[in-house]
């Protein structure tokens, strides 16, 4: 177990080394593109494989009115509306992205408090997850929100906001993750992971 960063590729590709490792497993957060990054390229230069454990995305429903989007600045262009209400749940960091739109009123929800430059018009709204739709249909409701912004996560834990969004026929603008290295080895099970490290051995 080791707590800490590693200190970019060479640190990683060194520990490797020094702790003979044979195998990698990725299993950080779908959006710490940087993260896997470094561990792909540090696994290379190891020489040993990596694979990339990744849960599936959320997936469209009927009646889901979806805009995929590829990043956050992508995002905040396009709800940059006067007027709007937007319900950002990307998490503490990436808020400051949304700090030019003068015109539009964000609700931040966050577990801590977000760092940096914020919208001019704003509230704060810190609370820990898990949500149930009625919750989140509530909240949308009570705060009149026209629009969600939200991360492909994936996963069950955070998924009612956009149950409720359909219920409600709210917008949802929905920003993909950032790509893995090209020709990355990909699963998206633990159970896969396992068999994937049984076939290196």
């Not at 009646?63 to 995002?75: I, K």
């Given at each position: 177990?080791?707590?800490?960063g590693f200190g970019g590729i060479d640190g990683l590709r060194n520990w490797l080394a020094d702790?003979?490792?044979?195998?990698?497993?990725?299993?950080?957060?779908?959006?710490?593109?940087?993260?896997?990054?470094?561990?792909?390229?540090?696994?290379?230069?190891?020489?040993?494989?990596?694979?990339?454990?990744?849960?599936?995305?959320?997936?469209?429903?009927?009646?889901?009115?979806?805009?995929?989007?590829?990043?956050?600045?992508?995002?905040?262009?396009?709800?940059?509306?006067?007027g709007n209400r937007v319900f950002l749940t990307i998490?503490?960091?990436?808020?400051?992205?949304?700090?030019?739109?003068?015109?539009?009123?964000?609700?931040?929800?966050?577990?801590d408090p977000p760092a940096g430059p914020l919208p001019p018009d704003h509230e704060i709204l810190l609370a820990r997850g898990p949500f149930t739709a009625e919750d989140e249909l509530r909240l949308l409701t009570d705060r009149r929100i026209d629009v969600l912004v939200t991360k492909d996560s994936g996963g069950d834990l955070t998924a009612a906001k956009l149950t409720a969004a359909r219920a409600r026929e709210t917008p949802v603008v929905l920003i993909d993750r950032p790509p893995l290295p090209p020709g990355a080895t990909t699963v998206e099970t633990v159970a896969a992971a396992r068999d994937w490290l049984r076939a290196q051995a």
């Open positions: 177990m080791r707590i800490g702790n003979d490792i044979h195998a990698v497993v990725d299993a950080t957060h779908p959006f710490a593109g940087t993260m896997s990054g470094h561990a792909a390229a540090a696994a290379a230069a190891a020489g040993i494989p990596i694979v990339h454990l990744r849960r599936p995305g959320w997936r469209q429903s009927p009646g889901d009115r979806w805009t995929r989007v590829p990043d956050l600045s992508a995002a905040a262009k396009l709800v940059a509306a006067p998490g503490r960091q990436g808020v400051g992205a949304f700090a030019q739109a003068p015109d539009a009123w964000f609700l931040i929800r966050a577990i």
